[in-house]
């Protein structure tokens, strides 16, 4: 049995608030880490997993992305006239095809939930990934190749899954696990940011989904859950009856960028992972730390 993922979401609409004023004629996901911003390292990731078309579910102040995922001519000519041949192949390199990039306005800041179904008409009738490119993971292989991997034998639902500490169940959407075999974990409940004391389990779903397309029925109703949001994971436990939800263990160290310190933690870890800046990355940490 066959699930071929072709079509990847990107819900890149939020505001951004806690990294203002960077932030504030700037889209948080055009952040870099080292010298790349978090929608490429997403993008990049889609491609890997053999994703073929790109959904981006913007909002105002979004029009840096499209630039981005576009060419610009004056720039590679300049490059070309002063043989920047490496800077010219960083900025070439990622560029998906014409008409494999497609664009969707989220007019109202409603949930992720919602993001993913302003999305609809663009995914259609098959099974999509959604990436959230707030969520960088460092890994041999990356997360979303992990994921169609597992799910070429699963079809359904598929999250990235990650165990977290208990005092932090309600910052993520909860598993409450069937049966568990250390690697893939089938739910048989969700919950979106439980308290501790009533979390089911303390195995969390990391920004990356497989959905097959019926999420798109109970996300029609736009029920609103945690936050006055309409919320994503509330509209995957309405599908629980109908297809089956797994969590994968991926393999990976996941840095949340979307936080302040976790952003500064993947420039480190991201930057240490290069050899062309390795040592002298870790030099300069030594000088700063032993200072």
Known sequence: MSHRVRKAVFPVGGMGTRFLPATKAMPKEMLPVVDKPLIQYAVEEAAAAGVEHFIFVTGRGKNALEDHFDYAPELERLLEERH????????????????????TRQTEPLGLGHAVWCARHLVGGEPFAVI????????????????????????GNLVAAQDVPREHTQRYGILDIESDDGLLAKAKGLVEKPKPENAPSTLSIIGRYILDPVVFSPLDRKMKGAGGEIQLTDALAVTLPVVPFHGLRFSGTRFDCGDKVGFLQANVAFA????D???????????????
């Open 272 to 275: 240490l992972a290069r050899h």
């Open 84 to 103: 920047k041949d490496e800077a010219l192949d960083a900025v070439r390199g990622f560029m998906p095809r014409s008409g494999q990039i497609s664009y």
């Open 132 to 155: 959230l490119p707030d969520d960088l993971i460092l890994a041999e292989k990356p997360v979303l190749a992990q994921m169609t991997e597992a799910y070429d034998s699963l079809g």
């Open 277 to 291: 800046l390795a040592d002298e990355v870790r030099a300069a940490l030594r000088e700063l730390i032993c200072d």
